[in-house]
T-cell receptor, first 115, second 109 residues
């Protein structure tokens, strides 16, 4: 499978715990995005990497959230001290280089439930 | 703040009919526009993108763009029950996509 891969697919955690999600983009894609989606809403942008550089972060990304892409390949999104409001689907997407458009291909998502 | 507006629906159409999904956007400088399909509990799947005024056809799908009116639409011809999903409109917001809330389409037999 050469698509975007996310792990885990589902995560249930207790409030206050830390969680980490992983995203493996399509191999030739140098651009990687994290989005969050709650029920009845469209995906909301969280952060963007070009290769290993984090070029943009949304105001939605509080200081409890951190994302890395250390070697320009896979990325991780960590949420510290989770809150019930963090419950959502976390989506990773990637885009190829040197394109005019920002067409993005999404992974299956990680559904987080904070209890 | 750039915004993308969609009617949340549901839009109900009979099998074989044309489904018309609409989207407006606030940033007149937007250049590229995307339609994604999202089945319940699944991730968004890219259907089409368009960046020139006019129509772009791909199989049963036609995207229409009118930059003067800041309006994008998606037509689905010969709608099938398998087309029942939420359709997300997205606009290129410089290094990211800005999504609408999506329109839920129901195609009944």
């Amino acid at each position: 499978d050469t698509g975007v891969s996310q792990n885990p697919r589902h995560k249930i955690t207790k409030r206050g715990q830390n969680v980490t999600f992983r995203c493996d983009p399509i191999s030739e894609h140098n651009r990687l995005y994290w989005y969050r989606q709650t029920l009845g809403q469209g995906p909301e942008f969280l952060t963007y990497f070009q290769n290993e550089a984090q070029l943009e972060k949304s105001r939605l990304l509080s200081d409890r959230f951190s994302a890395e892409r250390p070697k320009g390949s896979f990325s991780t999104l960590e949420i510290q001290r989770t809150e019930q409001g963090d419950s959502a689907m976390y989506l990773c997407a990637s885009s190829p280089p040197l394109t005019v458009n920002t067409e993005a291909f999404f992974g299956q998502g990680t559904r987080l439930t904070v209890v | 703040q750039k915004e993308v507006e969609q009617n949340s629906g549901p839009l109900s159409v009979p099998e074989g009919a044309i489904a018309s999904l609409n989207c407006t956007y606030s940033d007149r400088g937007s250049q590229s526009f995307f339609w994604y399909r999202q089945y319940s509990g699944k991730s968004p799947e890219l259907i089409m993108f368009i960046y020139s005024n006019g129509d772009k056809e791909d199989g049963r799908f036609t995207a229409q763009l009118n930059k003067a009116s800041q309006y994008v639409s998606l037509l689905i011809r010969d709608s099938q029950p398998s087309d029942s999903a939420t359709y997300l409109c997205a606009v290129d917001g410089t290094d990211k996509l800005i999504f609408g809330t999506g329109t839920r389409l129901q195609v009944f037999p």
